[in-house]
């Protein structure tokens, strides 16, 4: 008797057991269901992108927004040329003309004494004049190696242990490439630690005058350059406002598909239309306020630049937007658009 109440006892504790594993294993396996089968539930749903107005661009990975910066003081939006010349614009013009014909030229001052007279009424000789000295000027400071102690837009930078062109572009507001073309450097990947390298204190931004179909650069308040530009054709006029260029909205010729007809178009094609670049803009001040789809692009037309035929975008010539691609930085570079 006693054997037989033994091995019923432990018959007994062993379906206890038994019993045990299997409620334990039914509620991992709960568990597993009601996990993966969420995450199922998760990857079934589509995921919505917003397609920009303009063309229809495959969308970037989203980037982190750089924190906001204060808002830009540009020059003075210049007032529309007047038949006479301005004497107190002649006689700045003049010294600025003095400075550069120094010897060594005072390249710096002169630059800052021309930026001070852009904004004032002047006639449309005086204004070009004024135009043309900056960007010639800007050839020496700016796009070169050459770097000028006095000027506290460009200075040397010494590489330390680990940096990358990247990062250095970031810290300045300037993209990597635009300090790779005044560097002369053809490959990233060959900077070198306790090299001393030229960096640009940015960040870059432009004012499009719709009027003139005109970009004028600057390197913050400073004129740089000016580009000529296509526009919005009627219907679709480029808006005016405050636009910023978007964290993730630079690309190199993306594919691009028709909106109108749906067709596909990619960079080797011979009717592609962007360019070869694509800088996408957000609005973030007036009418450009909620607007989408628009960028600075290039375009393989030359025809179309000086002349309003595209659907809001701004156009420029191929080498054009290449140099605006390497100085705006997504994030910090900003369009002013007026009439």
């Known amino acids: 008797m006693a054997r037989y109440g033994y091995n019923s006892y432990r018959s007994k504790k062993n379906r206890n057991k038994r019993r ?9 396996v709960l568990l597993i269901v009601v996990i993966f089968g969420s995450w199922g539930e998760d990857e079934k749903k589509p995921k919505t992108i917003a397609e920009p107005a ?14 906001p910066e204060p808002e830009p003081v540009l020059s003075e939006v210049a007032p529309e040329p007047v038949a006479e010349p301005n004497p107190q614009a002649t006689e700045i013009i003049e010294n600025a003309v003095a400075l550069m014909n120094e010897k060594p030229p005072k390249v710096i001052e002169a630059r800052d004494l021309l930026n001070e007279v852009l904004p004032m009424e002047m006639s449309s000789r005086q204004q070009e004049f004024v135009k043309k000295q900056l960007s010639d000027l800007a050839d020496i400071w700016l796009f070169s190696r050459r770097v000028f102690p006095e000027d506290k837009l460009c200075g040397l930078y010494k590489v330390q242990p680990g940096d990358q062109l990247r990062t250095i572009g970031k810290k300045f507001k300037v993209p990597y490439e635009g300090l790779m073309q005044v560097n002369e450097i053809k490959k990233a990947q060959s900077l070198q630690a306790d090299s001393s390298i030229k960096v640009i204190n940015g960040p870059f931004h432009a004012r499009i005058y719709r009027s003139t179909f005109t970009m004028d650069l600057y390197l913050q308040n400073t004129f740089v350059r000016s580009f000529p530009i296509g526009l919005g054709q009627p219907g679709d006029e480029t808006p005016t406002g405050v636009w910023r260029v978007k964290p993730g909205g630079k690309l190199i010729s993306p594919t691009w598909t028709d909106p109108d007809t749906g067709k596909r178009y990619e960079a080797e094609d011979p009717d592609y239309p962007l360019g070869s670049r694509w800088i996408g803009l957000e609005g973030v001040k007036g009418e450009a306020v909620g607007r989408e789809g628009f960028a600075l692009h290039g375009t393989k037309d030359p025809s179309q630049i000086g002349s309003a035929t595209s659907r809001g975008c701004i156009r420029l010539h191929n080498g054009n937007v290449i140099l605006v691609y390497n100085l705006m930085e997504p994030g910090y570079s900003r369009v002013d658009i007026v009439d």
Do not use: N
């Open 20 to 28: 045990t594993y299997i409620i334990a294993a039914c509620v991992v």
């Open 54 to 67: 303009d063309v229809g661009l495959a969308q970037p990975e989203p980037q982190p927004i750089p924190e």
